[in-house]
């Protein structure tokens, strides 16, 4: 058992990571693998606090243990210790929803539009926003409809 700190992250510059990039630091077959698992490992190895939300591990399993989307796919041991070595970061807060995580929410969704699938990306925006995070690392360029989050795409950008 790996244990991790939850709770509000507040103060300046804190960085969440979506599902997206840590898929591509974790599968080396990923177009901008190395960028990302560097992105990664340099948050990880710093001394400042960053995030991920509950929702993108476990999204971050579902993808790369499934066979139709990578052949092969990550074995599951392979997949759960990815996870147990990212929570082993002193420095990482696991973000969850919070106790006011509906109002945040609506209002992201009203204000971006967003219907269907990515309502997804809102939940996480608003889980990101509730938490006091003001930038996630993403290639997933939906979370521009949520401007009080900046985007950062670590595989095009260094």
């Known amino acids: 058992m790996v244990a991790h700190r939850r709770g509000v992250v507040r103060g300046p510059d804190v ?3 979506e599902t997206n990039i840590l898929v591509h630091a974790h599968r080396a077959e990923m177009p901008g693998h190395a960028r990302a698992r560097e992105a990664i490992t340099r948050l990880a190895e710093g001394s400042a606090p960053w995030a991920i939300p509950w929702p ?31 929570l082993e970061s002193p420095t990482l807060v696991v973000l969850s929803e919070a106790v006011g995580h509906w109002p ?5 969704v009203r204000a971006g539009d967003v219907r269907g699938a990515k309502v997804h990306d809102a939940r996480i925006a608003a889980i990101c926003r509730d938490h006091g995070v003001d930038e996630i690392l993403a290639a997933d360029r ?3 409809r949520f401007p009080s989050l900046r985007t950062r795409n670590p595989l095009v950008h260094a």
């Open 15 to 17: 960085t969440a990571v």
């Open 56 to 86: 993108c591990l476990h999204e971050f399993l579902a993808i790369v243990t499934n066979p139709r989307v990578f052949v092969p796919p990550t074995p599951l041991d392979g997949a759960l210790v990815q996870v147990d070595r990212w």
């Open 104 to 108: 945040t929410l609506a209002a992201l």
């Open 142 to 144: 939906d979370f521009s």
